[in-house]
DNA sequence: CGCTGGCACTCAAACTAAAAGAGTGCTAAC
DNA sequence: GTTAGCACTCTTTTAGTTTGAGTGCCAGCG
């Protein structure tokens, strides 16, 4: 037990490649005929139940085909899916929509998302990058209304987010400005986080004199980091009609799970960023996500940012009946390229 | 014809109160017993015959009981519909929720949509302000990247709107501020068009004699209003999943059409923005709405905004089956409750 | 010992038939 | 104008039957 034999291993990739293609549990008889194998169907049979006892097939009832298990899908994308090439009209279509110039991160992520749900049958899904564990190239001051006042904060990546809150002093906009500038110089390298930290610091050290400027500077930082928390970090799903169109979710109790995980994206981006820090690409099936409304789906991630830094997540959500081995490259293909676009 | 008696119309709500509260057909038999009325089955018969001929009632098939068209739901809304009060529940929810303090205007319309999914079985929807139609307060630029300009944009009613781009020449922060101090000082109860209209008209009327910094002003409003069309206009849907729960939405196919309009959610815009500038509230029956993906739905829908200036539609999606007598003061309730907290 | 053919068995899906139930339209009588 | 009665229609439900795909197991063969 345990192990496998290479027969059993060329039996259940059939199995699992003849499935994906036919969404119908497959038996012996058609395994027999279709495949490559010189084996009757009673030897096949054999052969499946085997693999049934390893847990890698299971069957719907009684007198059914087989159907892959998580397991048998796990191992067949760990051991087994040949990874297709990246077809020319999806590189075509990747060149055309994904690899044009610039634009907020925002964009390029929707761009992202929306490659994915119109190369694929499934879902498009981007996790947005944490603010927080982001680079700060600017903040600037808007005074809004007496006390309350704008910050715009944008990162290198240029993710442009809004704070909005209010100081205790009145400043007037020139003041602010100064402020705007004094803090700007300051930055280099650093998160909010950082920055925060790093003021602080100063205003231990207190080697600046405690002059006018830092004094605002401070009084104003003090009332904005309050407000820091503001947690954007988020996800973007498209293509969600997509999944309407497996047979898999005709059953509409199923579908209504999975459409509840949609609308609450709390829990999809616990499992996007859940194993954070693992490896570039990732392919999580059906219950390893540990979500009981997204039992019955697979996900396929790669990590997308810049050279030095992960961003977040880009890939798709679809059934555990997933075309693994043309995903997986195209979900790769495509976070590269973002990731690319994101570099400049 | 046309006119109906004071029996049919009797008749007629009957069957439409019956038929919003049970979702299925009803018959003459059930009509007569349930109901306050001395008919027997047979003459009630007769009545929904006339009814259907003209156009109030339909059968799904022939010998089932009778449902309302979008006609009779018409009738019904105009003519009959008795209002009921807001529930105490329902004012303590919006108090709780709703009628708290400030936020970007994008906050606001959330919380707004919030509270229709949660107070009602149905879709909260609301269209988000044309940018281009509301007066601004502030215009600020910051300098990103050599000549990539970010300009942060703010309404009056707290709309708060990026917009990314690149000017001819390489500004320096400073400069920059100055010419943002310069625009706002001119800027008093415009729309960004009308700003573009007003710095034209300076430049023409050349009164200032082209001193440095307006000829700053001019070069950046030149590449700033070149990118003008960047509209957000939007909608904002909330709480898709209730949707699923009405048994008319059980057919998998009637479900597809729904969610496809949500997804693009153009369609759904045009409907709420359609007839603009028309009644503060409007309840559109199914297929009023001209679209064919959303036939068996209707929408209740409120304009919110200041006092002297519509900003957009609050409302519901929800099955032509509503309970209108409730949700359309609900409606008018949560529009004015959000109306109320924009106004500071 | 591995493979295969054969056979009995199981189970879901498809089909058929029959019955029940709800409701209608129509007509004749009150 | 209203009603009771009746024949008729059509859906829904139930049950029973058949079909077909598939399995498990056993005995025999190389």
């Known amino acids: 037990m345990g192990i496998l034999s290479a027969r059993q291993i060329k039996v259940l990739q059939a199995v699992i490649v003849v499935y994906i293609h036919s969404g119908e549990p497959v038996g012996s008889r058609t395994l027999s005929r279709s495949s490559a194998f010189q084996l009757s169907p009673a030897t096949l049979r054999n052969v499946m139940a085997d693999l049934e006892d390893e847990g890698f097939l299971c069957q ?3 007198s059914a085909g087989r159907i892959p298990t998580d397991q048998g899908f796990r191992f067949y994308v760990n051991n087994l899916a040949g990874m297709a090439a990246v077809s020319p009209a999806a590189r075509l279509h990747v060149r055309e929509h ?5 634009g907020r991160l925002e964009e390029v992520l929707h761009d992202g ?22 680079i700060i ?20 990546s240029g993710a442009v987010q809004n ?33 925060k930290r790093k003021v602080l610091q100063e205003m231990a050290s207190d080697k600046r004199g405690y002059d006018e400027l830092f004094k605002q500077v401070l009084a104003l930082s003090k009332s904005f980091f309050a407000k820091d928390p503001e947690q954007q970090s988020d996800v973007m799903l498209d293509g969600k009609l997509n999944l309407l169109e497996h047979p898999e979710f005709a059953d509409v109790e199923r579908m209504k799970n999975i459409f509840r995980a949609f609308e609450e994206k709390g829990s999809i981006l616990k499992i996007l960023d859940g194993a954070l820090g693992g490896e570039q690409l990732r392919v999580i099936i059906g219950s390893e996500s540990c979500c009981e409304d997204m039992r019955h789906c697979s996900l396929v991630t790669a990590e997308y940012g810049r050279v030095d830094r ?6 798709v959500i679809g059934p555990t009946r997933m ?3 043309r995903i997986i490259p195209l979900v790769n293909y495509i976070a590269d390229a973002m990731s690319r676009r994101l570099q400049n």
Do not use: C, W
Request: a negative charge.
């Open 60 to 62: 719907p009832h009684t």
């Open 113 to 134: 998302v929306l490659t994915l749900a119109q190369l694929t049958p499934y879902v498009g899904v981007v996790s947005m990058p944490d603010f927080r564990q982001m």
């Open 323 to 325: 075309d693994y081995s």
């Open 98 to 102: 994904l690899e044009v110039v610039g």
């Open 310 to 315: 992960t961003l977040g997540q880009i890939g």
């Open 137 to 156: 190239r600017h903040i600037r001051f808007v005074k809004l209304h007496e006390r309350r006042i704008l910050a715009v904060v944008v990162s290198v």
């Open 163 to 195: 704070v909005l809150f209010d100081s205790d002093t009145n400043f007037s906009q020139d003041q602010l400005n100064h402020s705007s500038n004094y803090l700007n110089a300051l930055l280099g390298d650093l998160t909010l986080s950082g920055i």
